[in-house]
């Protein structure tokens, strides 16, 4: 009798398997929305199906610290056994080489990074109302941190959401699904944003190379109605034009919002140099906190000519302009000819990504700063950026500091910042505190 139940059982296990199989297959090859019987997205949202099937990876021996200490990440060569089927980007259960239960997450064998943890919880299914849940703890977080009108809602491994972006615009949302295991998962994303927020409109800014790592196509595009994609918002009581579909990243850089704020003392009657500046936001704050006169240079002429527009909207394109430039050929020329002002700020990209590179990052940064610092008066600011995550806060300090001592100036720290709260760092998730703020004082 014992042995006809066990039968039954496996007989079940299996057929759900082929069933899940298939349909997960069908929905991944669609590109964007996917049609299914309402039948089967019951048996992908039932937890019945994936619990008769869930596939179960068992790590090595040794666990790595960094996955017992909370990282959500597990590498190829962590993991000693797979038993089940691998459907990329479905859920599997994660075990220790002891069969103690380690969490849940996506698997994509494609990629280096091959499961990314969703919960550590085993009683936790991994469904729609999984992410609706989710989401509205972000913005629980969000609401309590006092980042409601434009925030970064969700901010991937930082919110137990490893590879999804959502940055809320005022009534907008802009989405990035960076891996294949939580891209599966968008139609029930935009169903959480709809549910949640009732939003004007939606965006899919998948336009990203680290995407094809995970065998997935760069593409963006409404995931809501149409709608105008050039949006204004306001920060500190300003006007920005973010534009969704053509700007850098997801439109606008949320992460320096209190930075923005950090300069109003330091600008007033000031003649400014803004370099690395995208849509002006920096300097526009300058101009509006009573600098003198305020000139900003990107390379970008589509930047230049946003943050020009920026600058009229806010009615101060007579104080502050934007010209299109390489900031490193400029700076070293107007140092040559002996240009000075009373602030200077530098905001550029990353410089690297890899940490083969990353003595040319280095050096890239102390370049510009020992050329920015040259062009401030004595007693005047230096108002300073870096994003590159692999470069850490001591070393950019450590930069920093190489930086004038080649250009001869003491300086002293007026302040030192990160990324704003709506982007929480994980302690010993090293990627989750990327943005170094820094002002110093030279004199
Ligand atoms: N400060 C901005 C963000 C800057 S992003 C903000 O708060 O919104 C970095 C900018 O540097 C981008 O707009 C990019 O176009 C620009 N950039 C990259 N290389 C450059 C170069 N060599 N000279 C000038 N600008 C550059």
Redesign the pocket.
């Known amino acids: 009798m014992r042995q006809e139940v066990r039968c039954r059982k496996s007989e079940v296990r299996r057929r759900m398997s082929e069933v899940r199989s298939s349909i997960i297959a069908r929905i991944l090859r669609t590109s964007e929305t996917f049609r299914l019987p309402e039948s089967d997205l019951r048996h992908l949202t039932s937890g019945l199906l994936i619990f008769a099937a869930m596939t179960q990876v068992f790590l090595n021996r040794k666990i790595s610290f960094r996955i017992a200490n909370g990282h959500p990440w597990i590498f190829n060569n962590e993991v000693n056994r797979i038993e089940g089927e691998v459907t990329p980007g479905q859920t599997v259960e994660v075990y220790g080489h002891d069969k103690k239960f380690v969490g849940k997450g996506y698997i994509n064998p494609q990629s280096q990074i091959i499961v990314r943890l969703l919960t550590r919880n085993k009683s936790e299914e991994i469904n729609e109302q999984f992410f609706l849940d989710k989401i509205k703890q972000c913005w629980e977080y969000r609401q309590k941190t006092g980042y409601t009108e434009n925030c970064r809602l969700v901010f991937g491994e930082a919110d137990s959401m490893p590879q999804l972006i959502i940055d809320k615009f005022n009534d907008y949302f802009v989405i990035q699904t960076l891996a294949l295991g939580i891209d599966v998962w968008k139609p029930a994303i935009v169903n959480a944003l709809n549910t949640i927020f009732k939003p004007k409109g939606i965006y899919e800014r998948n336009d990203v190379p680290v995407r094809e790592l995970e065998g997935l196509p760069q593409q963006k595009g409404f995931l809501s109605a149409p709608f105008d994609t050039k949006i204004i918002i306001n920060e500190n009581g300003l006007k920005f034009y973010v534009d969704v579909e053509n700007g ?1 990243k997801t439109g ?2 949320l992460d ?1 919002q209190d930075n ?1 704020k950090a300069i109003q003392h330091i600008v007033k009657g000031a003649d400014v140099l ?9 300097e526009i704050h300058a101009a509006h906190y009573g600098a003198k006169s305020v000139l900003g ?4 002429a589509n ?1 230049v000519q946003q943050a020009n527009d920026n600058a009229a909207l806010n009615g101060v394109g007579d104080r502050c302009k934007f010209e299109a ?6 700076l070293k020329q107007w140092g040559k000819e002996g240009r000075q002002y009373d602030v200077v ?1 530098l ?3 990353a410089f690297t990504k890899s940490r083969e590179t990353i003595q040319k990052a280095i050096t890239g940064y102390k370049e510009i700063n020992l050329r920015g610092m040259k062009l401030v008066k004595p007693g005047g600011f230096l108002v300073t ?1 870096s ?1 590159t995550n692999l470069v850490n806060p001591e070393l950019f300090l450590q930069t920093i500091d190489m930086a004038a001592k080649d250009a001869r100036r003491k300086i002293r720290q007026v302040c030192f910042q990160t990324q704003s709260s709506d982007h929480p760092i994980i302690w010993n998730l090293e990627n989750t505190q990327y943005l170094k703020f820094l002002i110093v004082q030279v004199l």
């Open positions: 850098q606008y850089f320096q923005r803004g370099a690395f500046t995208y849509t002006g936001t920096f240079l990107d390379i970008s930047a430039a390489n900031a490193f050929d400029v700020m905001d550029p990209p950026s994003c």
